[in-house]
């Protein structure tokens, strides 16, 4: 630590990794001499412009965690579920009480019936311990909000080329963005090395309905219908195949199904392609060319296509895009990282082969849509094993999931089995997934509900306990982007958590103690644990935490010509045997829009984050909601007179499922017939006990996103909430 003298009221600099968000840039942190976490002020390492990687939720980040509604003890629900009514009690207390009533439940109906959702970004500590003890108690239902981004992008990848690639912005010549739209306060970092590339004359090319902050910054600019990525992918692929674009050699050398492959995209000419994407196909030509003529470029991670009905499609044809054009694995291309040598990875403590097959077989949605589960992940563990070492690598934690559709299914209905213990931490659950009715149903037919959080979420307000987490600000940890890199940050902890907020290792510790798994939790603390990760190294976590900003190898290049790919061929598959063995079509496809509805005349999609949080938090920080105090809808303007709205009406917006009610924001940068609805608006302010679970009834777009076959990706059975039919009216109520 480095220590200030003097009159200063900070008494020392950490370096720390701001969870604000997922994308955790390493900020400055000044420790404050009242050791009050309100007191510390967060500041960026490089202030430079297009190098400061912070964001206004890092820096109001001490401001959201000293706020007189976090929590500060354990609390135990004293009234009906959603009332508002708790007592505190000591951890001792709840910890005991949920281990005997957890041990009932696992006695009762098997551990299966245990279901856990949590997003590790916010919990920071987990360690893998979440997942160690579930797979020691022998629960294979784990979910996540990764469901829904990078996690499931991670597993889809492993099915073609075996890792989850990251992009090398500091070399690239190219960058194609699907939708994905880094800005100066969202994923920071990226918008800064995106920028950063365009000034040394990186073209850029933007896919978005709507004329987003990149799309005014890109080269091509390409205004797609909402949901049409995977069409678009098919047309790039017509145009690169045709015309001879790609790397003919790799081909051979390296790839599964090329002529297969060449088959089904032949069923894509550009006439048809535009019609699905309403593309110029012109355009869509000269995007693949500049793509593919580019090399090395990237197409980095993107939600857009981790969110739709063809999602596993898309996301294999954009794989296929990157290996056919050669830029796997290759000095401003995309890396396949695998892990590091020398620090212990998640992936290993979460000992997934402590988790009998049979289990494993009972994880919900496995059957029907396989890819992020046990059953693909199984028949990659051979080819897994030879090329990183590991059976189970869980890349983006996205690995080894169950469908959360199917958990809350069986959560509300009891079938296959009955699931009746939930926990959730650090995800705030019911506004996350798609069919916000079916959580909270799932919710409610609980025998034992366990949120770990900084506040009474809409989630956490159905909980019979609500555990006080500690923040990034008070804990050490260390990150590798969740397993995507090999690339490990350490983040310091400044101040001590406030009230009895703990870690979330703490409670799966506690936990495994008092459930008679105490044996595999031998390091006592966070602390030890993180010693025990990077021991190989030499050194203790302070110590590491001290030299080592970031640690890293020298990058491998074409570490494929040693080892072969991670699949079951060690090739490129580009026809995915994975999915074929599991009764898949083994090739990308396009799965048609369902059939147009008179009444919902619109297409919406979710989206377009907004600079002043993170998901569904933050809202309580009153410097940043003063900037953006309520959702908002965007409406192109014809579309808005069209229904007689005016700027600022309150306005619902309807599927069948249900409706939010949202202000207008008329904009010219929307295109016709194409709604955005913000995602995860709820009001922290609004008490609890009043119907509304402080407005998450009234505008979570998750109460219209639907789960329905016809909107859920088959492979995966996640949701589509990018180009859903929906329609709006003006609230006849204009009151807030
Ligand atoms: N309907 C719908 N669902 C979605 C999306 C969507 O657009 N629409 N987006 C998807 C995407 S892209 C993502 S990334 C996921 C995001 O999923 P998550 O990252 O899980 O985000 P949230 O659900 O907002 O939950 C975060 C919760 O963690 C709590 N929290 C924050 N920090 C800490 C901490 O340090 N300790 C503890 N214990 N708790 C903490 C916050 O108070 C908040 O309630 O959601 C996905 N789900
Ligand atoms: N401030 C802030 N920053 C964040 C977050 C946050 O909550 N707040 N969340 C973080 C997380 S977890 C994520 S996942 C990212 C998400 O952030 P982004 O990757 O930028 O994704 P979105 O903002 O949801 O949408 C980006 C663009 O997708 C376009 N779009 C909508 N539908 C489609 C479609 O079907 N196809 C295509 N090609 N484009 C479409 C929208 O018009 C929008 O401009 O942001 C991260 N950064
Ligand atoms: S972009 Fe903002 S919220 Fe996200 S990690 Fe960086 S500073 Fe924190
Ligand atoms: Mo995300």
């Given at each position: 630590?480095?220590?200030?003298?003097?009159?200063?009221?900070?008494?020392?600099?950490?370096?720390?990794?701001?969870?604000?968000?997922?994308?955790?840039?390493?900020?400055?942190?000044?420790?404050?001499?009242?050791?009050?976490?309100?007191?510390?002020?967060?500041?960026?390492?490089?202030?430079?412009?297009?190098?400061?990687?912070?964001?206004?939720?890092?820096?109001?980040?001490?401001?959201?965690?000293?706020?007189?509604?976090?929590?500060?003890?354990?609390?135990?629900?004293?009234?009906?579920?959603?009332?508002?009514?708790?007592?505190?009690?000591?951890?001792?207390?709840?910890?005991?009480?949920?281990?005997?009533?957890?041990?009932?439940?696992?006695?009762?109906?098997?551990?299966?019936?245990?279901?856990?959702?949590?997003?590790?970004?916010?919990?920071?500590?987990?360690?893998?311990?979440?997942?160690?003890?579930?797979?020691?108690?022998?629960?294979?239902?784990?979910?996540?909000?990764?469901?829904?981004?990078?996690?499931?992008?991670?597993?889809?990848?492993?099915?073609?080329?075996?890792?989850?690639?990251?992009?090398?912005?500091?070399?690239?010549?190219?960058?194609?963005?699907?939708?994905?739209?880094?800005?100066?306060?969202?994923?920071?970092?990226?918008?800064?090395?995106?920028?950063?590339?365009?000034?040394?004359?990186?073209?850029?090319?933007?896919?978005?309905?709507?004329?987003?902050?990149?799309?005014?910054?890109?080269?091509?600019?390409?205004?797609?219908?909402?949901?049409?990525?995977?069409?678009?992918?098919?047309?790039?692929?017509?145009?690169?195949?045709?015309?001879?674009?790609?790397?003919?050699?790799?081909?051979?050398?390296?790839?599964?199904?090329?002529?297969?492959?060449?088959?089904?995209?032949?069923?894509?000419?550009?006439?048809?392609?535009?019609?699905?994407?309403?593309?110029?196909?012109?355009?869509?030509?000269?995007?693949?060319?500049?793509?593919?003529?580019?090399?090395?470029?990237?197409?980095?991670?993107?939600?857009?296509?981790?969110?739709?009905?063809?999602?596993?499609?898309?996301?294999?044809?954009?794989?296929?895009?990157?290996?056919?054009?050669?830029?796997?694995?290759?000095?401003?291309?995309?890396?396949?990282?695998?892990?590091?040598?020398?620090?212990?990875?998640?992936?290993?403590?979460?000992?997934?082969?402590?988790?009998?097959?049979?289990?494993?077989?009972?994880?919900?949605?496995?059957?029907?849509?396989?890819?992020?589960?046990?059953?693909?992940?199984?028949?990659?563990?051979?080819?897994?094993?030879?090329?990183?070492?590991?059976?189970?690598?869980?890349?983006?934690?996205?690995?080894?999931?169950?469908?959360?559709?199917?958990?809350?299914?069986?959560?509300?209905?009891?079938?296959?089995?009955?699931?009746?213990?939930?926990?959730?931490?650090?995800?705030?659950?019911?506004?996350?997934?798609?069919?916000?009715?079916?959580?909270?149903?799932?919710?409610?037919?609980?025998?034992?509900?366990?949120?770990?959080?900084?506040?009474?979420?809409?989630?956490?307000?159905?909980?019979?306990?609500?555990?006080p987490g500690d923040a990034w600000l008070e804990r050490n940890a260390?990150?590798?982007?969740?397993?995507?890199?090999?690339?490990?940050?350490?983040?310091?902890?400044?101040?001590?958590?406030?009230?009895?907020?703990?870690?979330?290792?703490?409670?799966?510790?506690?936990?495994?103690?008092?459930?008679?798994?105490?044996?595999?939790f031998p390091w006592e603390s966070n602390e030890a644990l993180l010693?025990?990760?990077?021991?190989?190294?030499?050194?203790d976590f302070a110590t590491f935490a001290e030299k080592h900003p970031?640690?890293?190898?020298?990058?491998?290049?074409?570490?494929?010509?040693?080892?072969?790919?991670?699949?079951?061929?060690?090739?490129?598959?580009?026809?995915?045997?994975?999915?074929?063995?599991?009764?898949?079509?083994?090739?990308?496809?396009?799965?048609?829009?369902?059939?147009?509805?008179?009444?919902?005349?619109?297409?919406?999609?979710?989206?377009?984050?907004?600079?002043?949080?993170?998901?569904?938090?933050?809202?309580?920080?009153?410097?940043?909601?003063?900037?953006?105090?309520?959702?908002?809808?965007?409406?192109?303007?014809?579309?808005?007179?069209?229904?007689?709205?005016?700027?600022?009406?309150?306005?619902?917006?309807?599927?069948?499922?249900?409706?939010?009610?949202?202000?207008?924001?008329?904009?010219?940068?929307?295109?016709?017939?194409?709604?955005?609805?913000?995602?995860?608006?709820?009001?922290?302010?609004?008490?609890?006990?009043?119907?509304?679970?402080?407005?998450?009834?009234?505008?979570?777009?998750?109460?219209?996103?639907?789960?329905?076959?016809?909107?859920?990706?088959?492979?995966?059975?996640?949701?589509?909430?990018?180009?859903?039919?929906?329609?709006?009216?003006?609230?006849?109520?204009?009151?807030?």
């Amino acid at each position: 630590m480095n220590r200030v003298s003097g009159q200063n009221p900070t008494v020392g600099t950490v370096r720390a990794l701001c969870s604000g968000c997922d994308i955790y840039c390493q900020v400055n942190v000044e420790i404050p001499a009242s050791g009050r976490v309100g007191d510390v002020r967060v500041k960026a390492i490089d202030p430079r412009p297009l190098k400061a990687n912070i964001c206004m939720k890092g820096v109001h980040a001490p401001e959201g965690l000293s706020h007189p509604k976090r929590i500060m003890q354990p609390l135990r629900r004293v009234g009906p579920r959603g009332a508002g009514q708790w007592e505190t009690v000591s951890w001792e207390t709840a910890m005991s009480d949920i281990a005997d009533r957890l041990q009932t439940i696992v006695d009762t109906h098997g551990p299966e019936a245990l279901a856990v959702s949590t997003s590790p970004w916010n919990t920071q500590t987990d360690n893998g311990a979440c997942r160690r003890f579930m797979n020691l108690l022998g629960s294979p239902n784990w979910i996540s909000g990764v469901a829904l981004c990078a996690g499931n992008t991670a597993a889809v990848n492993r099915l073609v080329y075996g890792w989850y690639p990251f992009p090398d912005y500091t070399q690239t010549h190219c960058i194609a963005l699907f939708g994905h739209n880094p800005k100066q306060h969202s994923w920071t970092p990226i918008y800064n090395a995106i920028r950063r590339a365009q000034d040394r004359g990186a073209k850029l090319i933007v896919m978005d309905p709507r004329k987003s902050e990149s799309a005014e910054r890109a080269d091509l600019w390409l205004p797609l219908k909402p949901g049409s990525d995977a069409a678009m992918c098919f047309g790039w692929l017509k145009v690169i195949l045709d015309e001879g674009r790609y790397d003919a050699d790799f081909v051979a050398r390296w790839t599964t199904g090329f002529d297969a492959l060449r088959q089904r995209v032949d069923a894509f000419p550009l006439s048809r392609v535009a019609k699905l994407t309403g593309v110029d196909p012109e355009l869509i030509a000269q995007a693949a060319r500049l793509y593919a003529g580019s090399s090395p470029a990237v197409i980095p991670w993107t939600p857009v296509t981790d969110q739709q009905r063809n999602s596993t499609s898309a996301i294999r044809l954009m794989c296929t895009l990157r290996a056919i054009c050669g830029n796997l694995d290759v000095p401003g291309g995309e890396l396949l990282h695998g892990f590091h040598p020398d620090i212990v990875s998640e992936s290993e403590l979460e000992m997934h082969d402590a988790l009998p097959a049979a289990q494993q077989a009972k994880q919900l949605g496995a059957d029907a849509h396989p890819a992020f589960t046990y059953r693909a992940a199984s028949a990659l563990k051979a080819a897994s094993r030879r090329v990183w070492g590991h059976d189970w690598p869980n890349i983006v934690s996205g690995g080894m999931m169950a469908t959360p559709s199917a958990v809350f299914r069986a959560m509300a209905e009891g079938a296959p089995y009955p699931v009746k213990a939930f926990f959730s931490l650090g995800n705030n659950t019911l506004m996350s997934f798609a069919n916000m009715q079916l959580m909270e149903r799932a919710i409610l037919n609980q025998d034992l509900v366990v949120a770990f959080e900084h506040f009474r979420t809409p989630t956490a307000q159905l909980a019979d306990y609500v555990l006080p987490g500690d923040a990034w600000l008070e804990r050490n940890a260390l990150s590798d982007s969740f397993g995507w890199t090999a690339i490990y940050r350490p983040s310091q902890q400044a101040v001590a958590p406030p009230g009895e907020c703990r870690g979330a290792y703490d409670f799966w510790r506690d936990l495994a103690h008092r459930m008679g798994l105490g044996t595999h939790f031998p390091w006592e603390s966070n602390e030890a644990l993180l010693d025990y990760r990077v021991h190989k190294l030499g050194m203790d976590f302070a110590t590491f935490a001290e030299k080592h900003p970031y640690h890293m190898h020298t990058p491998q290049y074409r570490k494929y010509e040693t080892t072969g790919f991670a699949t079951p061929s060690g090739k490129v598959e580009l026809s995915a045997s994975v999915l074929g063995d599991m009764g898949f079509d083994s090739l990308p496809y396009w799965r048609d829009d369902p059939a147009p509805h008179a009444d919902y005349p619109l297409t919406m999609f979710m989206g377009v984050r907004e600079d002043e949080y993170f998901q569904t938090g933050h809202r309580h920080i009153a410097s940043l909601r003063a900037r953006n105090p309520e959702p908002q809808m965007f409406i192109a303007p014809d579309d808005a007179a069209a229904l007689n709205l005016a700027a600022g009406d309150w306005a619902y917006v309807e599927t069948p499922q249900g409706r939010v009610r949202l202000r207008t924001d008329i904009r010219t940068d929307m295109p016709r017939s194409v709604v955005r609805v913000p995602h995860g608006w709820w009001l922290p302010e609004r008490a609890e006990g009043d119907g509304s679970l402080s407005g998450a009834r009234d505008h979570a777009d998750a109460q219209i996103s639907p789960d329905d076959p016809a909107h859920l990706d088959q492979e995966q059975g996640i949701p589509h909430l990018r180009g859903v039919a929906c329609r709006v009216r003006r609230c006849a109520d204009q009151e807030t």
